[in-house]
């Protein structure tokens, strides 16, 4: 079974709109990380956000929030206000256990962001 | 130290070369992680080095595939005899034991190798 799902391969955006990207995952461990990664073109692996499974309040970085809903298992990115340079493949992806331990991506969405 | 490096950058090679992959990570960094990264997929795992032990090895790595971190600093990555099915980028990521940074990994920009 999938341990993270991104339902959406690619979606298209208004600038300046926000946009919803999202995940669900899979584990019985009650410690684990979600993060969200981006990827543009150039391919390097951006880090964007992290939310731990025992946080209390989503985090924020700067126009990026993660929608942490625990008993779903959901882990929506949200991107406010878009930019054209937000463009590029996101991935959300999960680390079980311990902090040592690997992180499991998702297959990823691809965003495209329209002037 | 401006970020995690790998060298090199691109490599082609032929069905049953080997091959072998350097990984700089950001110098203060304790744990070093492999990710093989095929088309339209996410990064998956291939192993994981705190220092120079190497702690964990996913059943993705066959036989042909090795890596050291010698000395708990840079990190190779072998492959025997590639193969076709090699062809991939290979991604290289840090992390710190310790600090706010310790939840993220630190990728590289990668390795792209495409066996003909």
């Known amino acids: 079974a999938q341990k993270i799902t991104q339902t959406q391969p690619g979606m298209f955006v208004q600038e300046k709109e926000a946009v919803t990207l999202d995940c669900t995952y899979d584990?019985?461990?009650?410690?684990?990380?979600l993060f969200w990664y981006k990827q543009p073109s150039s391919g390097e692996m951006i880090f964007l956000i992290y939310?731990?499974?025992?946080?209390?309040q989503n985090a924020t970085e700067g126009r990026y929030s993660l929608n942490f809903q625990k008993a779903r298992k959901s882990a929506n990115l949200v991107i406010s206000a878009s930019q054209l340079g937000d463009s590029a493949m996101y991935f959300c992806?999960?680390?079980?256990?311990?902090?040592?331990?690997?992180?499991?991506f998702g297959k990823g969405t691809r965003l495209h962001i329209l002037p | 130290d401006t970020g995690v490096s790998q060298d090199p950058r691109h490599k082609i090679t032929k069905r049953g070369q080997n091959v072998t992959f350097r990984c700089d990570p950001i110098?203060?960094?304790?744990?070093l992680y492999w990710y093989r990264q095929t088309l339209g997929q996410g990064p998956e795992f291939l192993t994981y080095?705190?220092?120079?032990?190497?702690?964990?090895k996913s059943r993705l790595l066959s036989d042909r595939f090795s890596a050291e971190r010698p000395k708990g600093s840079f990190s190779t990555l072998e492959i025997q005899r590639t193969e076709q099915g090699d062809s991939a980028m290979y991604l290289c990521?840090?992390?710190?034991?310790?600090?706010?940074?310790?939840?993220?990994?630190?990728f590289g920009p990668g390795t792209r190798l495409t066996v003909l």
């Open positions: 110098s203060e960094h304790n744990r």
């Open positions: 992806a999960m680390r079980e256990g311990g902090r040592d331990d690997k992180i499991i």
């Open positions: 080095f705190q220092n120079e032990a190497q702690l964990e």
């Open positions: 939310q731990g499974s025992y946080d209390q």
């Open positions: 584990t019985s461990d009650p410690s684990y990380g």
């Open positions: 990521a840090s992390s710190p034991l310790t600090g706010i940074s310790y939840n993220e990994q630190f």
